[in-house]
């Protein structure tokens, strides 16, 4: 069975300094890693994925995720915060499965971004 | 941009009535889910779909019904909305195991 454990329910930042969002998760298989954000009042859209190509996965708006399966982890980072990425992002896995409700999401970690 | 759209938006309505949530895909995906999401709270899937003809229940019990008789659209039906169904209802679909787009939401007020 698969699950996500993000570690930080909240997670505030002042513009300017580097954001870290923690994920990590357990699989049975080769997983596929994903984080997504959700902007109050919006749906959920994706920043990046990984899927068994480099380690080091690059997104949208500047963010960035590393996969260490050795420390089962996908954590998200990004060097510089703007008061636009405050908002809920949530890690999620997949396994290797073709069909059935394979994706398994983390209970979210609020970003607030303090001028 | 992904094609997967929602409506409505936003709905208020009262208790008893009977209530569609539109979800459709214009990217062929065999795959499709509904989520509720209270808010600041993580998502809980309440239905899936593998393709057509095709409905599950997913982790959450949910009195909603769901149907999928055309590969682009999958309805979610409350029959008799309750005050307890008060939510946001997400849908999204996928292509397989890579990625699944999501749709902008549905909030549902139940008076």
């Known amino acids: 069975a698969q699950s996500v454990t993000q570690l930080d329910s909240h997670v505030s930042v002042s513009e300017g300094t580097p954001v870290l969002l923690r994920c990590n998760y357990s699989s049975s298989y080769s997983p596929s890693l994903f984080w997504y954000v959700q902007h109050p009042n919006k749906g959920l859209q994706l920043l990046l994925k990984?899927?068994?190509?480099?380690?080091l996965v690059k997104g949208i708006n500047g963010f960035e995720a590393e996969f260490k399966k050795s420390e089962t982890s996908f954590h998200l980072t990004k060097p510089s915060a703007h008061m636009s990425d405050a908002a809920e992002y949530f890690c999620?896995?997949?396994?290797?499965?073709?069909?059935?409700?394979?994706?398994?999401f983390g209970p979210g970690t609020r970003l607030s971004v303090l001028p | 941009e992904a094609d997967i759209y929602q409506t409505p938006r936003y709905l208020v309505i009262g208790t008893g009535k009977k209530i569609t949530l539109e979800c459709s895909q214009t990217m062929g995906h065999d795959k499709m889910y509904w989520y509720q999401q209270d808010p600041g709270m993580e998502l809980h899937l309440i239905h899936y779909s593998y393709g057509v003809n095709s409905t599950e229940k997913g982790d959450l019990s949910s009195e909603s019904t769901v149907s999928r008789i055309r590969t682009e659209h999958f309805p979610l039906t409350l029959e008799s909305a309750r005050p307890s169904h008060t939510s946001q209802y997400l849908c999204?679909?996928?292509?397989?195991?890579?990625?699944?787009?999501f749709g902008p939401g549905t909030r549902l007020l139940v008076l």
């Open positions: 990984y899927t068994s190509a480099a380690t």
């Open positions: 999204a679909s996928s292509g397989g195991k890579e990625t699944q787009y």
């Open positions: 999620v896995v997949s396994d290797g499965g073709d069909y059935g409700q394979n994706f398994v």
